[in-house]
């Protein structure tokens, strides 16, 4: 299984627009992606009502996961968007 550590980049956390932002980034990315606060159970990345109950905070570390093909690339593109707080992830990262 793959995954990237990452401490939330958005100073409001993972709430309403920032969350709504990654799980369309993780829809996006066509494989089944995973998001966990550091010592809390895993969830659906790409299920907003999910992602909002984490009630990850700014600066908090998450884990994001994957066991899929293609998982590597998709885990890095979402590491980045989460680490910097990105309004949008980039198509070239």
Do not use: C, Y
């Amino acid at each position: 299984m793959a995954e990237r550590r990452v401490n939330v980049g958005w100073a409001e956390g993972l709430h309403a627009r920032p969350a709504s932002i990654f799980v369309r980034a993780a829809t996006a990315s066509g494989v089944p992606v995973t998001i966990a606060k550091a010592d809390g159970d895993p969830v659906n990345a790409a299920s907003m009502l999910a992602v909002l109950g984490l009630g990850a905070q700014g600066g908090e570390e998450i884990v994001l996961a994957s066991d899929a093909d293609g998982s590597e690339a998709a885990l890095d593109r979402l590491a980045k968007l989460v680490a910097e707080g990105l309004e949008e992830l980039p198509e070239t990262v």
